[in-house]
């Protein structure tokens, strides 16, 4: 069968570039907040680009986060500010016929080997975020989990809602069997998907790394994927530093990435979009390239 599902790019970085923001640790939850048109602006143009699902721009907004900044009373505010761009954006173009994933981020951080949140402060941070989202998405995506503690609590707090659940691992710099943790990805996969959930994706990896960890998704007999980054290493990133100082890789150009992403269908993936770095540029050419082959862009993972 020769159905993908398309998801957006980057989110985050792309709206980083845009705004001209640099070393702010609050990412694109500050975009939102100051310059809102670029939110609602960027998931256009990736629909346009061909995306049939676009993800919530919601990965910063957690109420661990805003803490550092004292900004936690803008929580609820800024989660529905990030559903109103994407529904905005769904909405301006119907007839393409649009599904919105809610993105549940890591809520302390990105890459970070450890959280320090209790099972309990993870599960009612995340039924929060799904109770302002769930009326207005079509299904949850948890985000680049670094460790099974965070991806099986965040998957568990979400069952409530009775919508379909992927879940998106970040896997070690060089080695994609195991996840930022250390834990084993094999292992990571089996504890989720005890959960029942809907699709198997790794996310703001780098390419590499993807080509070992797809047999693994593959063996779950899940509708399975890829978001991959383009950043050099996540390594010099620390808790609170702020994602635009990391340096992008140039040998990552629009035909590599597509190249890259071809290599990974033909081994099973279904499901494709990217993360850090990659623009609505890499999305068109993708999805020009998959028409041009007889692949038809789907929503819907009862089609892959």
């Not at 990965?59 to 805003?66: A, F, G, K």
């Not at 900044?69 to 905005?88: I, T, Y």
């Not at 899940?222 to 980054?229: I, R, S, V």
């Not at 150009?253 to 081994?267: A, L, R």
Request: contains cysteine.
């Amino acid at each position: 069968m020769n159905n993908i599902i398309l998801f957006d790019g980057g989110m985050g970085q792309e709206l980083v570039h845009r705004n001209n923001s640099t070393n702010d640790p609050l990412w694109s939850a500050r975009v939102l907040m100051d310059n809102y048109s670029l939110v609602e602006d960027l998931h256009k143009e990736y629909i346009t680009s061909g995306s049939k699902v676009i993800v919530t721009n919601s990965y910063s907004i957690t109420p661990q986060r805003l803490k550092r900044f004292n900004l936690e009373k803008d929580f609820e505010k800024l989660q529905k500010l990030s559903v109103k761009a994407a529904k905005n954006a769904v909405q301006a173009n119907q007839n393409r016929h649009i599904k919105i994933a809610g993105c549940i981020p890591p809520l302390e951080g990105s890459y970070l080997k450890y959280t320090s949140l209790s099972e309990l402060e993870i599960k009612n941070t995340v039924e929060e975020i799904g109770e302002l989202q769930k009326n207005d998405v079509d299904f949850f995506i948890c985000e680049t989990m670094s460790s099974i503690k965070e991806a099986v609590n965040s998957v568990e707090s979400l069952q409530k809602f009775n919508k379909n659940i992927i879940v998106s691992f970040c896997v070690m710099e060089g080695n994609g069997h195991k996840l930022i943790s250390g834990e084993s990805l094999r292992e990571a996969c089996q504890e989720v998907v005890k959960k029942n959930i809907h699709g198997l994706t790794i996310s703001c990896s780098q390419i590499e790394d993807i080509y070992l960890s797809i047999p693994i998704l593959k063996t779950f007999n899940l509708p399975f994927g890829a978001f991959p980054n383009k950043f050099k290493s996540v390594l010099p990133l620390k808790l609170g530093m702020s994602v635009d100082t990391l340096s992008k890789r140039e040998d990552i150009n629009i035909s590599v990435f597509t190249n890259h992403v071809k290599k990974w269908i033909e081994m099973g993936v279904t499901i494709i979009g990217g993360c850090c770095e990659i623009s609505p540029k890499y999305i068109l050419n993708l999805y020009q390239k998959l028409i041009d082959n007889n692949y038809k862009i789907t929503n819907s993972f009862k089609e892959v």
